[in-house]
């Protein structure tokens, strides 16, 4: 193996245990929420114990000290919760989420090639003075007490009898694997934590080790033999292989209780020895499972693109050369259609992550925005387990986070105001994602102050966003938020207002064909529900023929079709037409009219009646239907660049690109109208 | 002789290049561990096998300038026998 083969191996191997300490945080998180409703569950604190031991020791490994450090002494604390010494309580609770957030810090410092990083002195204070305490709350600083003071009285130090913990004497066969340092991990730090609980004695078995010239140097040839003399219990020794799983062999025998009466020339065998190998973590599931860097996901995720491309190409070529669909070439390409199909969903589902690695990041946005707007929240996560194509998650972090900060900000009351209303202190967030029509809904609900219409109204028309006297509907009113312009620098708050408006979150959902909508009453609280595809890989969409040109519109945003009759479309202004609809009409925006190759619209025959998110609805008109299926997705930029009336672009069965339509962009054009200009046609 | 100066870490990551350098030594190993200052499960598998071999071919083993920390980590290992034999073998 070359130098660089190695390093790219030890890259790899540090990426793995950014990915190990990205699943720790997430359970040590989800863990502490759980631990916060039932304090009193030990095997909590034990989970919580491993995740923060398991971050130690990978740190370790990769020379990564502040995080080794920092891991260590809130591990030392939570040793404390875990023997009992201490009991778990709202305020420990407190100190252990800003302990996970700290690591997190660390932890994406190390990511970040090393930033620096410092844990809050104040986080650090609060964990010594756990260690230092033996009561269940953290003793005040040392410096405000004055001791004489106390009662007037002085006090005299007085013995008291302990009873000393009992010494115990293990005997340790230790065998590590090669996929041990494979992992990252070290011997080295086994023995590290076994010398921390008492005195070890190593002796190393060399007999295996080949020559230098024979020695291959990532093998691991060597086994160890310890003696350990500590006060701890066997699990506590146990606990230190646990985390190791299989790539670790050790054997821990129990040689004698209360050594001290013990000849040390004599080991006493008091118990069986135990296969720490077998052991298991009741809380650990065994679940198949194999990492896989995601490039090669995404990498599979085109591919089978291209193979639906290619399938679309043989269909193609059957219809031109006049091959029948029941015939025996036609019966097995409808059976590989179907195939392809299957494979597709599955390797989409592949790369589908819980919507969890996003709600979790946000508990800690919930907690310093709390405390930056001196509000108590109460957050309520559901339906985690709710799955995401990471191409969507990634990009809904960011408005999720601005959502959450608002709805602290300006949603929820101060705890004054809310006792005053008779609400309770504490405000309640609730995240929810769930699954509705193929569809991921994901809901923002707070019961603070509710949005107010009049207010809304007022300010855009301040800002000129709308016309005085204009009148609108509730919903219409409560989306004006999402209008450029609306939140103003003015408005910015240390929390929630950092040049960052509401629509800049709706474009954000919007380049992941996320819509949103609003729900509020006021006193009582608002509902942000974002609707979202499953995936961006594939759309499902109708193809339709404007001027000799295949085109793809968006199936969820096509209400009906119907035939145009041109004759009942009524001229409402320079280049504004309106077509009557049910009870009402519809603005009308020609297909050729976007494209630009206008014939006229002799051709134009069939009407897409189309709706968007605001259930606005217009007529777009087009020359005909050609089938309706579901089409790989080609960024357009990445191809070729940004055109402005397509979202994105797929390619036909007949190697032919057709463009996805981008129908906000044909709503934008609509309102343009109405301000009486018709610009930037394509 | 050649003396090979040991670098800060000897840890998973340098124990291929180390067993290059270990498998050019000739004539025995001289190591220079002052800058030492931790030592893997790996590289001190190195370690004893370049002992081994010193002693099997007759050859000297020794590390001059030994760090405390490297030291301590070698008998944190178990491998005292290297520090109480460097340079007698």
Redesign the interface.
């Known amino acids: 193996m070359s130098k660089a083969e190695f390093t790219d191996d030890m890259d790899a191997i540090r990426q793995i245990f950014f990915d190990e300490c990205d699943e720790q945080l997430a359970l040590l998180e989800e863990e502490l929420t759980i631990l916060g409703e039932e304090p009193e569950d030990g095997e909590k604190i034990n989970t919580i114990f491993r995740c923060v031991h398991s971050i130690k020791g990978g740190a370790a490994a990769f020379g990564m000290e502040e995080l080794v450090k920092f891991s260590h002494l809130f591990e030392s604390v939570l040793d404390l919760f875990r023997s009992g010494a201490l009991p778990v309580s709202t305020e420990s609770i407190a100190t252990f989420l800003k302990c996970k957030d700290a690591l997190f810090d660390i932890v994406a410092a190390f990511k970040n090639e090393g930033a620096a990083c410092e844990v809050a002195p104040e986080t650090v204070v609060e964990l010594e003075r756990y260690l230092h305490s033996g009561k269940g709350e953290p003793e005040p600083p040392i410096e405000n007490i004055e001791m004489d003071d106390i009662f007037g009285m002085a006090f005299a130090p007085v013995k008291i009898e302990i009873e000393a913990p009992i010494d115990q004497q293990f005997l340790i066969s230790l065998r590590v694997t090669t996929e041990f340092y494979e992992c990252g991990d070290d011997v080295r730090n086994i023995l590290l934590a076994l010398r921390e609980l008492g005195t070890l004695q190593v002796e190393v078995d060399t007999d295996v080790v080949p020559l230098i010239g024979d020695i291959s140097p990532e093998r691991s040839y060597l086994t160890w033999k310890l003696v350990l003399e500590t006060q701890k219990s066997r699990g506590d020794v146990e606990e230190i292989f646990e985390w190791s799983g299989e790539d670790l062999q050790a054997t821990v025998t129990l040689v004698a209780e209360n050594i001290e009466d013990v000849p040390a020339s004599l080991p006493v065998v008091v118990e069986e020895k135990r296969d720490i190998q077998i052991k298991k973590s009741p809380e650990r599931k065994d679940s198949a499972t194999v990492r896989v860097d995601i490039q090669r996901i995404d990498k599979l995720v085109d591919l089978i693109g291209e193979l639906v491309i290619n399938q679309g190409a043989i269909q193609s070529q059957m219809r031109r050369n006049k091959v029948h669909g029941d015939s025996v070439l036609g019966n097995v390409v409808t059976a590989q259609e179907q195939l392809i199909h299957e494979l597709q969903e599955n390797v989409i589902t592949m790369r589908a992550y819980p919507i969890k690695t996003v709600f979790q990041k946000l508990g800690r946005v919930v907690r310093e925005t709390a405390r930056l707007t001196g509000k108590q929240v109460r957050l309520v996560l559901e339906g985690e387990d709710t799955e995401v194509d990471r191409s969507i998650l990634e990009k809904l972090s960011d408005p999720l986070t601005h959502m959450v900060r608002n709805a602290i900000d300006h949603g929820i009351e101060s705890p004054q105001i809310r006792s005053h209303a008779g609400k309770e202190p504490e405000g309640l967030l609730r995240l929810r994602a769930f699954q509705r029509s193929g569809r991921i809904i994901v809901e923002i609900q707070d019961d603070g102050a509710g949005l107010d219409p009049d207010r809304i109204y007022e300010k855009a028309v301040e800002k000129k966003i709308i016309e005085r006297g204009q009148k609108l509907d509730r919903e219409e009113i409560y989306s004006l938020i999402f209008e450029p312009g609306f939140s103003t620098v003015a408005e910015v708050t240390d929390v929630s207002g950092r040049g960052v408006g509401m629509d800049v979150v709706k474009q954000s959902l919007q380049q992941i064909n996320g819509r949103i909508f609003i729900n509020s009453a006021k006193g009582k609280g608002t509902t942000f529900s974002i609707s979202l595809p499953f995936t961006l890989s594939v759309i499902e969409g109708i193809i339709f023929k404007a001027e000799g040109q295949d085109f793809v519109i968006p199936v969820n945003n096509v209400l009906e079709t119907i035939i145009f009759d041109a004759k009942k479309a009524f001229h409402v202004g320079e280049g504004k037409y309106g077509y009557p609809y049910r009870d009402g009409y519809l603005s009308v925006i020609y297909a050729s009219d976007i494209i630009g190759t206008s014939s006229g619209g002799i051709n134009q025959k069939i009407c897409f009646v189309i709706e968007n998110e605001n259930e606005e609805k217009l007529a777009f008109i087009v020359d005909k239907i050609i089938d309706h299926s579901r089409f790989v997705v080609k960024n357009l930029e990445d191809n070729y660049r940004k055109i402005a009336c397509f979202s994105t672009a797929t390619i036909l069965g007949d190697g032919n690109v057709a463009f996805i339509l981008d129908v906000e962009f044909l709503f934008g054009e609509v309102l343009k109208k109405r301000e009486g200009s018709l610009e930037e046609r394509v | 002789m050649e003396v090979l100066i040991l670098p800060e ?1 000897l ?3 340098y ?5 290059e350098l ?2 050019k ?1 000739e004539g025995g190993f001289l190591l220079d561990g002052e800058s030492v200052r ?5 590289c ?3 370690l ?3 002992f ?2 010193a002693q ?1 071919l007759g050859t000297s083993f020794e590390i001059r300038n030994i760090s405390d920390e490297m030291k301590e ?1 070698l ?5 005292n026998f290297l520090l109480n034999m460097a340079g007698e073998a």
């Open positions: 870490f840890d998973t990551r124990a291929v290049p180390f067993s270990l498998k030594q931790r030592v893997g499960g790996l001190f598998q190195l004893v096998s370049a081994a071999t099997a980590n008998a944190l290992l178990g491998g």
